[in-house]
């Protein structure tokens, strides 16, 4: 999707107060900050699972760190 027809659906999607079931390969401006629980892929595996801000977060301090750590596989 282009930028604007993404930003209005989730714009959308967020006001529908629901459960949504979404596949990106960004977390959307709009779940920052938001109660959503994401789950980050790396070629098939989960390599996080959490709060939206807490994936920000750890984006935010240098990436994400793949396979250790609470709420992701080791190995």
């Given at each position: 999707m282009s930028p604007t027809v993404a930003a209005r659906t989730y714009d959308l999607l967020a006001a529908l107060h629901a459960c949504v079931v979404l596949a990106e390969?960004?977390?959307?401006?709009?779940?920052?900050?938001?109660?959503?629980?994401?789950?980050?892929?790396?070629?098939?595996?989960?390599?996080?699972?959490?709060?939206?801000?807490?994936?920000?977060?750890r984006s935010s301090n240098g990436g994400s760190q793949r396979g250790s750590g609470p709420g992701r596989p080791s190995g």
């Open positions: 390969q960004r977390l959307p401006p709009v779940l920052h900050g938001r109660p959503a629980v994401v789950y980050e892929l790396h070629r098939g595996q989960v390599v996080f699972s959490g709060e939206a801000s807490e994936l920000q977060r």
